[in-house]
C-alpha cells in the first residue's frame, strides 16, 4: 500500500461523502480507493468510515486522522513547492471555474502568453455561471462577479466590473426609443431576465445620478442564467440589457448596441477569486491568482474605494 495514495484517497471520500465522486477526483477506478481506505484502516486498526449503500459517515477516530492528514498532505505539497525549481517553474493540473463570458472574452484570448509563461501547468477550465461545490467537484479556485454569499470561503478581490445599459438598434426600432430609466417599467419595454445562479431570481438593476436613485425590474420575455445566452437575446433584440463594459465594447463598436442612459451610473460588480481553506494555495496555484489580478487590472480595475480589500473569512 503506498500510505500518500491512501491518504489522499481518503481526504478525498470525507470531503465528497463519496467513494465514486472521490474515485472521480482523483481519476482513479472506484474499486482502487475502496481498496485504498481498506488497507489504510487495516494499518492504523481503526474505523475511519461507516458506509451504507447511500452514505459515507466519517467516525469519531477519522475526524481525528482527516485533520492529521490533510496537514501532512499539506506540508508534503510545501515541501515540494518550497524547492526554487518548483516556484519558478509550477507544473501540474489546476481546475479552475470561470464565468462564461469572462472565459470566453478575457481569459481564454490571454491564454496563450500565461502558457508560453508556464508551459507545465495544465488547466481544467469549467465555463459556467452555476455554483460550484469547490471540494465536491474538486476545483481549486473559482473567479465570480458580484456579491456571493459561501461563508467558508477564502477570497480575494480582484476586480470591478463597470456596466452600462445597451440596447440593440433592432429591439430600439420596434419600440419607442426610452429617454429614462423608468420607462423600462412600462410596455412595450422588456428587458432580458439574467437569473441569479445562487437563488434562481431575477437580478434587478440600480442606476443612480446625483442623489437620485432608481432600481429597475421590469417585463421580461425571456430569462436566462449563463452571461453567453444573455447576451445573445440582447444582440438579437429580445430586449434591454445590462452589461459590463468589456462585453459591450466590441458590439458597441460595430453598431450592434446603443448605450442607453449614459448620463446615469451603475454600481460596479466586484470580481472575487475564491478557493477553499483546505486548499493549499501552491505555487501553480499562486501564479494563476497572480495571473487573473493582471488581467483584471488591465479590463476591471478596481474602484479607488476597494483597492486592497480582502475577505479570508468569507465571501462578501
Not at 474515485?23 to 482513479?28: I, S, W
Not at 506540508?75 to 516556484?87: G, I, Q, V, Y
Not at 432600481?215 to 440582447?234: C, F, P, S, T
Request: hydrophobic share 45%.
Amino acid at each position: 500500500m503506498d500510505r500518500f495514495d491512501a491518504m489522499q484517497a481518503f481526504v478525498r471520500v470525507v470531503e465528497t461523502g463519496s467513494f465514486t465522486k472521490a474515485a472521480q477526483t482523483l481519476h482513479m477506478s472506484k474499486t482502487t480507493v475502496t481498496q485504498l481506505v481498506q488497507q489504510l484502516e487495516a494499518r492504523l486498526r481503526v474505523k475511519l468510515l461507516n458506509r451504507t449503500t447511500r452514505q459515507v459517515h466519517i467516525t469519531a477516530d477519522g475526524a481525528a486522522y482527516y485533520e492529521r492528514a490533510v496537514r501532512l498532505l499539506v506540508d508534503l505539497d510545501d515541501a515540494e513547492t518550497s524547492l526554487s525549481s518548483a516556484a519558478a517553474f509550477p507544473k501540474g493540473r489546476l481546475r479552475v471555474d470561470i464565468p462564461s463570458p469572462l472565459a470566453c472574452m478575457l481569459l481564454v484570448p490571454a491564454f496563450p502568453e500565461f502558457h508560453a509563461r508556464y508551459p507545465e501547468l495544465q488547466i481544467e477550465m469549467g465555463v459556467s455561471d452555476r455554483m460550484v461545490d469547490l471540494i465536491g467537484d474538486n476545483v481549486d479556485c473559482v473567479v465570480r462577479g458580484g456579491e456571493v454569499s459561501e461563508q467558508s470561503l477564502i477570497a480575494r478581490h480582484v476586480g470591478d466590473m463597470y456596466l452600462g445599459v445597451y440596447a440593440a438598434p433592432r429591439y430600439l426600432q420596434r419600440v419607442t426609443n426610452p429617454t429614462h430609466p423608468s420607462d423600462l417599467e412600462s410596455d412595450p419595454h422588456r428587458i432580458v431576465g439574467f437569473l441569479s445562479s445562487r437563488t434562481a431570481k431575477l437580478l434587478p438593476c440600480t442606476l443612480r445620478q446625483g442623489d437620485r436613485c432608481i432600481e429597475i425590474k421590469g417585463k421580461y420575455a425571456l430569462a436566462v442564467d449563463d452571461g453567453n445566452a444573455y447576451l445573445a437575446a440582447g444582440l438579437a433584440g429580445v430586449g434591454v440589457l445590462w452589461l459590463p463594459h468589456y462585453m459591450a465594447k466590441h458590439h458597441l463598436a460595430r453598431g450592434e448596441l446603443v448605450h442607453l442612459f449614459e448620463e446615469w451610473a451603475l454600481d460596479p460588480m466586484p470580481i472575487y477569486l475564491a478557493f477553499h481553506p483546505n486548499r493549499h494555495v501552491s505555487a501553480k496555484l499562486r501564479v494563476f491568482i497572480k495571473w487573473v489580478i493582471e488581467l483584471m487590472a488591465e479590463h476591471a480595475p478596481m474602484a479607488a474605494n476597494s483597492e486592497g480589500q480582502e475577505n479570508t473569512s468569507g465571501l462578501r
